[in-house]
């Protein structure tokens, strides 16, 4: 079966560096992403990385794959009172659909 | 675009009522998604479709219906509301060409049965 597991809360002082850890069981996933929820939203992708990579970059965010650990993990630097939301981990299975992880809400203290 | 809307934004329903959740996307996307929220909670896939006349259920299709009569809208129906149905409700939409299986959100309907 499917089961993922995220802490679920992170405070942080804005401007130091955050990060949100996501552990999963399933590891047939193309593609593993990271979506936004911020309050009395929908869930916005925020960024994605493919399997066969470790790490990817997109500006203040790194996310980082350890597959023989099942592990995944989103690095935001510099993190802004905006950075304050929700943060899923999901993946996609075949049809399509994808699996969620539980949510870290994240709390950026001016 | 308008993206993928959602109606209502809020509902309070009574124990055995019946209520239907629009959906409607203008983005073109084949695939279109019910998820539920339960607080605390990730979102739990309820039924989805592949395209207009194609529907198939996810993890908790109990007390729900959906159809796709056309591309653009993809209604949940519950039938005979229960407590257990309280919960925020998603539906998302995306690519059938894409690889990267991005998923577009609405922004939810609360539900309250009581």
């Known amino acids: 079966g499917e089961d993922v597991e995220q802490s679920l809360f992170l405070s942080v002082r804005e401007g130091d560096s955050s990060v949100i850890n996501c552990t999963y069981t399933?590891?047939?996933?193309?593609?593993l992403y990271w979506y936004k929820q911020e309050p009395g939203a929908g869930l916005q992708l925020l960024t994605y990385?493919?399997?066969?990579?470790d790490m990817k970059q997109d500006q203040r965010l790194t996310v980082l794959l350890n597959k023989k650990d099942k592990h995944l993990s989103l690095r935001i630097a510099d993190t802004q009172t905006g950075d304050s939301a929700i943060y899923f981990c999901?993946?996609?299975?075949?049809?399509?659909?994808?699996?969620f992880g539980s949510g870290t809400r994240l709390q950026v203290q001016p | 675009n308008a993206g993928v809307t959602q109606t209502p934004k809020f509902r309070i329903l009574k124990i055995g009522q019946s209520m239907t959740l629009q959906c409607t996307q203008d983005?073109?996307?084949?695939?279109m998604y019910w998820y539920r929220q339960d607080p605390g909670m990730g979102l739990k896939l309820i039924y989805y479709?592949?395209?207009?006349?194609?529907?198939d259920k996810g993890e908790v299709p109990n007390g729900y219906n959906v159809s796709r009569s056309t591309t653009e809208d993809f209604p949940l129906r519950l039938e005979l509301a229960a407590p257990s149905q309280t919960s925020v409700y998603f539906c998302a939409s995306s690519y059938s060409q894409g690889v990267t299986y991005e998923q577009y959100f609405g922004p939810g309907t609360r539900l309250t049965v009581t």
């Open positions: 983005m073109n996307h084949n695939y």
């Open positions: 999901a993946w996609g299975t075949g049809r399509r659909a994808l699996t």
């Open positions: 990385i493919f399997s066969n990579m």
């Open positions: 479709s592949v395209g207009a006349g194609i529907t």
């Open positions: 399933d590891s047939s996933s193309t593609y």
